[in-house]
């Protein structure tokens, strides 16, 4: 246990640990800002819940650290026994065969849409396939939890664009304009 709690200038931490992402929760991205709720563990086997804010170039900006029997109280509906579960599929299955799953499940959602234009299925078999492979995405996470920052940039660069776009209308030649 813990006791002593300080405030510095990156927000609040917990004595002088050396953190290690054990794995993804969720993230969230606003106005090109990243929340990202991960699990972490400390040099000496504390178990905590990390909040972490990164600005718009994927620029770590600061943590806030939650013991998990209180981040199950705050993060209702997102901390649960879940992402635990995500984080055992990859020790107990193996990385390579849940890269094989990511690689079936995405077939199975191309196959999916494929009907569903073609009115051989409705719209939950469609749903169904997504989940399959939102929880591949995050066990992928899991998987390159040592890639996270570059994670971050890459997908912060892509909603940048994409935004642009938007705001252009979808006018394909801002495409061009940027790259010239
Ligand atoms: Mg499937």
């Known amino acids: 246990m813990v006791e002593g709690i300080e405030k510095q200038k990156?927000?609040?931490?917990?004595?002088?640990?050396?953190?290690?992402?054990?794995?993804v929760i969720k993230?969230?991205?606003?106005?090109?800002?990243?929340?990202?709720?991960?699990?972490?563990?400390?040099h000496d086997n504390l178990n905590y819940v990390s909040l972490r804010l990164y600005n718009q170039t994927g620029r770590f900006i600061k943590q806030l650290l939650v013991e998990p029997e209180i981040a199950?109280?705050?993060?209702?509906?997102f901390y649960t026994e879940w992402p635990d579960t995500l984080n055992k599929a990859v020790e107990v299955f193996g990385k390579e065969k849940q890269i094989d799953m990511a690689e079936e499940e995405c077939?199975?959602?191309i196959v999916s849409i494929k009907h569903l234009k073609?009115?051989?299925c409705g719209e939950e078999a469609v749903i169904e396939e997504c989940v399959d492979v939102e929880l591949m995405i995050e066990q992928m996470q899991n998987?390159?939890?040592?890639?996270?920052?570059?994670?971050?940039?890459?997908?912060?660069?892509?909603?940048?664009?994409?935004?642009?776009?938007?705001?252009?209308g979808g006018d394909i030649r801002l495409k061009e304009?940027?790259?010239g």
Do not use: C, S
């Open 143 to 168: 998987i390159f939890k040592d890639k996270l920052g570059l994670w971050g940039n890459i997908k912060a660069e892509k909603m940048e664009r994409l935004a642009k776009l938007v705001e252009a």
């Open 107 to 109: 077939a199975e959602l």
């Open 72 to 77: 199950q109280f705050i993060f209702q509906g």
């Open 177 to 179: 304009v940027n790259d």
């Open 10 to 23: 990156t927000g609040f931490k917990f004595g002088k640990h050396r953190l290690t992402v054990t794995g």
């Open 27 to 42: 993230n969230w991205v606003f106005h090109g800002r990243t929340y990202r709720l991960l699990t972490v563990r400390t």
């Open 118 to 120: 073609r009115n051989r």
